[in-house]
């Protein structure tokens, strides 16, 4: 069988292409997208689709393809490449000057949105190393394609940071797999609860691991830029919840896929000049949007919660789709999960702290990695739900995802008691084999028709 | 006949000494993990009695609680909390082991709330500042105990238990060393004589130990081989493996050597740092705890090579992520260095699933010529 | 002296006779429910066609029931069903190293040393995905045989992409793709595609080495057969024999080996 | 007269309804659509309006309406038998659904992806046993021991079948084992669920006593048996063709 390139080496070679559109006409545009295959144009063309304004695109040209050719160029230039999990600030990474961030959670998702047998060959490859079939897909996708680094497929990091002890046992223990397999340093921190003690343990490990990364780059990090990466990040802070406060407004006037656009931003190139101009831009289109009263369905049926993460087999067939049929999709726990804040910092010292704070309530981290998931993760949404007027929630995530599926029935029983709704979709973000697109789109309209808005049969009532 | 009381002790839950040990006015707590400092609560007469399935498949109950994704172990002891095997119990220790066991406790919690549940905290990475912080956990465990059971414990009684710990760890030792060149006995005893001191009072499974060891057995076996990977209570499963001729000299799981083969002994310094000392370090050998996955193949090694095993099986739950990822990785690693490795996945407790384990079984003491 | 193998398998048996070291005869049927009646019913019919007395015969059992068979006194003793394919295979030809062996619930990859000795192996845990059942319930779903569903691998243009693994969520995705009206061929060659991709994950995980047959019923089909060969990058040994007969042939040589010399 | 048109995943069944059912058929869902349909229309005698529903409901070329089958199957629950929930069970999933006083779906959930508690894993098993679909309820009525079946796959659930066939246990234990292991599944959803009131149970697999009194002995609330279940949703969607086209 013929051996893949990784992700990042075929994601690369794909955004490069695409940092060139602005060139092309937008029926060329749409040409281009036919000829990268159903989905992977899907994909495109969703990105492109004229309700997000130029966002899309500049999200992939400024956001993605320089997170991941950054990488990818970091090697000629000498610096050092750091794999860094979906639940850790890249801003720290951004702070040195000879260090690169890459996310692991990026690549399966970008793989599983537009790579020709999206992220499947590199969930394969890793089941014929034996892992087993029901570990988190999306690990399971960006080990199978860090793995073929050992065959020269892929930019193999020069270290790995895990900041999931404590928050997701698979997510660890794939690090911990390519760690000693491609035989890089790892390191590592600890989240046990929310108390003052675990906070205390978390910064200890935290501030010794900036130490072992700066001896491992070779590097201190510069006060100036440390601070700058902050103030970055609270522009981006600012802007985000201005972005949140619009959702407010119903019809929502920002698109399905701003969430996917937000998050995605926050994960790989939070704190730069980058991030800011994408929030900027986001704002830009949603401010307009709602001035103009736009809205894809001529109703807004449904305002939906994703309580965990999205799916990102076919965000045209999905999030689109969903817009398109008056479903509007809130935001999920990547992208509002960790509830940014603005931090005043004037040296090194209270920039290392401020990362720490985030880093410590970040997306996820802060929920799985609770004393309680259940109970924190719950009362998480149902205050998002009265904060942003949700009248339903969905859920939905990797089908064998231990934490979620545990507690799923605390999250249910927490949400109905507030009179909203939850759907549970048995598919899987990741992989298409598990639920086909179709038979989602079918149980969210079952789901929304029949539940979120009441649709009533005019019954006769004749025989009863 | 101790071995045969071991046996009926490790196959039931509220046994006749755990009656006796509660009429008398003392207190059992459960935990879920060999995290738990057992010396600290024998230090007041409260009894640490570890959660296990028992051998209890059906989940129906447990399942509509927790999903078909998560472990059947868990599931299991869930279901037996729920239905009130456990009742006994006078409160329970959330000790953090691995996720399945976090969403077991949040549910345990949502449907029972229990009157008197700890978390105790347990890092997953071994230096100075989590020792440090360990240490602190364990006295504030302590704290819980003295608040619920109104209690006060010293550290001469910790102590004390400390070194009786060590007695019995050193007991233990002896006892595996009787199965590794002559076998006499079974991998099936040795287990049933871990779940029973997790069941026992220090005192009482001490005697029943020292009895037992004098019954030794003529042992028929094909093969000797290590059992390592996820938790593993099913003596039913061991027993069937080891009448293929399969004989189980040694393990490396937590229910089995891996629970004190490595635990230091008192060594007279501050009492709560040693023993955040003495269970870090021991727990490394659980795949929960990680950059230490040297140490755990090192420790399936030695001890292989100790035991003079023919080959390794790793066996996990189906939908343990931790000993899932582990045991590829340790398969790949253990026959590279010319150790023969049958990886098992299983659900737990599952007799109906034994034609399946048998071929495999078979197939691989065949392969190992025996 | 008479050496006979018996292997029952979820969907089919085999029985097979050796005399100086040649197959004299071998029989395969379709299961009884209990596998015991089935080995007793294969070796019977067989023993009746050359007209041999069973006590003439020591008869090694392999495959599901092979340890009652021994209880019973039917078989003198039992050998798993991986060494059995192991060794079948290594006796026709000394150089097989690898053996896939595709049963009805069970896949697995053989690897052998030179001497015909079991080296490792692995099995399919837990999902039909791979199997002759998975092949089965979608050949039923298309209304072909299994080897109608084979030949159509060959006739496809354009192979549908199957990707549910479970074998009833499969039989969901052919019965889509049929309301759909896709072409049979497309949707037959589709799981046979996907069926060769399953073991060729699998085989990964110990390696393949030359030379490599394909035994069991699915080695009947010839487009899975044909698919594998592609992606593994190796052409199958034939073995010159019926290759569902190689692990009753396996437990026969065992006992040949055993108590031949007596 | 109306037309209820059922497209499953294992079955299509049809039922022509006028304020009662006049009559019904059932047809393997398999090959070609049209044929399919064409069988059934022949079996069943004419009607005016036809409804369709189901998963394949869009197959069903001469429908004038489609409606979600949870629709159905609640309207079906409420007008036969007058239940407040409905445990469907059908050839691939299990479906729990509240139903309000007007017999409109207030929620519903699906069960975890897997077929193990499924009609069609209840068919794989019978099948291997040797035991016809017919017999299940009668040889299973006949165990006199208790054995259990762990296995999530529908497939290798059969290798724990054969398993204990070898064991020498009886086949009505194992097809027992069988249906107690489907029954814990739909009994684990109704509880997530919270299930309760009057409820019945409908589907394929609601036909097997041997199911449904198991369900019914775990569950509280009062069980109400549903006529005919596997025809339930088929009767929902002609009371729907009757509502929208009637002249009642």
Known sequence: MNEIPGLVKRGSEILRTIEKIGKYSKSELEGLARLTGEIQGHTILSFLDKRHGDAGLYFLKNVLSKHVNEAVKAKEKGKKVILIPFNFPPELIHAFENAVPLTTEMMSTMGALALEGEGEPYWDYAMSLGIPDYVCSSNTTALGSMLTAMKGLEIAPDAMISACPGACDANSKIHEFVAETLNVPEFMLDKMGDGVFDYELYRKLFLNMVREIEEFVGEEIDEDRIVKVIENGNTCTELYWELHELKKHSPCPVPNMFTMLSCGTRFTMWGRDEAVSMFEKLLEVAEKRLKRGEYPAEREIARSLWVYTGYYIDLYDLWLWMEDNGITYLTDILNSGGFPQIYEVFTKEDALEAIIKTSWDYQMTRQMGAENMGLRWTEDFIYLAEDLNANCAIYCGHHACKQSQAVFRILRDGMSSKGIPVLKLDGDAWNRRITSVSVLQEMILDFVQNVVAKKRRRRRGSRR | MSLSKIHEIASTLENEYVEKWRSEGNAVVGHACIAMPKEVAEAVRILPFRLRGAGNADTSTADSYLSRYNCSLCRSCLELVLNGSYDFLDGLVRVRGCDHWMGTFDEVQHAKNPEFMHYFKVPHLVNGDTLEFFSNEIKRLKEAFENRFGVEITEDEIVRYAKVQDEINEKMREFYRLRFKKPRFYGSDAIAVVVARESLPSEVFLQLLESAMAEKKKVDFRAKVLLAGSPLDEIELIRKIEEMGALIVAETTCFGGGSFWNMAEYDGSEIYDFLAAKYLNNLKICARMFGEYAFRKNFIKSMAVEAEVDGVILQHNKFCDLFGIENAKLRMDLEKDGIPVLVLEKEYASTADIGRIKTRVQAFLERLKR | MLFGGTDVGSLTAQAVLLEDGRITGYRNIRVLPNPVESAKKVMGELLEEVGVSPDDVVIFSTGYGREKLVEDGFAKEHVSEISCHGRGAFWLNPAIRTIIDIGGQDAKVIRIDGNGNLANFVMNDKCAAGTGRFLEIQARALGLTLDELGEMTFKASNPVAITARCSIYAETEVLHYMQRKFPKEDIAAGVNRSMAERIYYLARRVGVEREVTLTGGVAKNRGVKHELEKILGVKFVDLGVDPQIVGALGAAIFAMEKYGGE | ?248
């Open chain 4, 1 to 248: 007269m109306f037309l209820g048109v059922d497209v499953g995943m294992r079955f299509t069944k049809a039922v022509l309804w006028d304020g009662k059912v006049v009559s019904a058929a059932i047809e393997e869902t398999r090959g070609d659509m049209e044929s399919v349909l064409k069988n059934l229309r022949g079996k069943i005698g004419d009607f005016e309006h036809c409804c369709s529903t189901g998963s394949g409901a869009g197959l069903v070329d001469f429908a004038e309406v489609k409606e979600d089958d949870v629709v159905c199957l609640a309207i079906a629950a409420r007008d036969i038998v007058d239940a407040d929930f409905v445990l469907d069970i059908g050839g691939q999933s299990i479906t729990a659904i509240s139903v309000d006083k007007d017999g409109n779906v207030i929620d519903f959930m699906r069960n975890d992806k897997c077929a193990s508690g499924s009609g069609r894993f209840l068919e794989v098993m019978s099948s291997a046993l040797g035991i016809a679909v017919e017999e299940i309820d009668e040889a299973a009525s006949k165990a006199d021991r208790k054995l259990s079946t762990t296995s999530q796959c529908a497939v290798f659930a059969e290798s724990e079948v054969v398993s204990y066939v070898n064991e020498g246990e009886s086949k009505e234990n194992i097809i027992a084992a069988v249906c107690d292991s489907i029954a814990k599944l739909a009994v684990a959803q109704a509880n997530r669920f919270g299930i309760g009131g009057r409820y019945t149970i409908t589907g394929g697999v609601a036909k097997f006593k041997s199911i449904t009194e198991r369900i019914a002995e775990a569950i509280g609330g009062e069980y109400v048996e549903f006529p005919h279940p596997q025809l339930a949703a088929s009767i929902g969607a002609a009371i729907v063709a009757e509502e929208e086209f009637g002249d009642v």
